[in-house]
Nanobody, 125 residues
């Protein structure tokens, strides 16, 4: 079971990036998929997620209306489209997956047992 993130980089405030998380070694659609991020000196925080066998997205309030999570089943990937990026979005972004995630726990990092290595997103002028 492996997750590999890509698509990070540096952008100016107001810019956009699209992150991709390629999944291998498991049946992608049967897993909850999530994005978390960790800014320098801070703990890891929830960004967005989709439950297993579902397409309804869930977002942290801080990114709602700016970020979009989606599944690309053809590529066994989960995407995070990030628009109107702000300096406070600067962080390492991690992809996470787990087969058994109930709705009430979807924002908890401890329920996800498979993680990628992360990709850096930097927003500055």
């Amino acid at each position: 079971v492996q997750l590999v993130e890509s698509g990070g980089g540096s952008v100016q405030p107001g810019g956009s990036l699209r992150l991709s998380c390629a999944a291998s070694g498991f049946t992608f659609y049967h897993y909850a998929m999530a994005w978390f991020r960790q800014a320098p000196g801070k703990g890891r925080e929830f960004v967005a997620a989709m439950r297993a066998r579902a397409t309804v997205p869930y977002y942290a309030d801080s990114v709602k209306g700016r970020f979009t999570i989606s599944r690309d089943s053809a590529r066994n990937s989960v995407l995070l489209q990030m628009d109107n990026l702000q300096p406070e979005d600067t962080a390492v972004y991690y992809c996470a997956a787990d087969q058994w995630v109930i709705l009430s726990a979807i924002e908890r990092e401890d329920v996800y047992h498979t993680w990628g290595h992360g990709t850096q997103v930097t927003v500055s002028s």
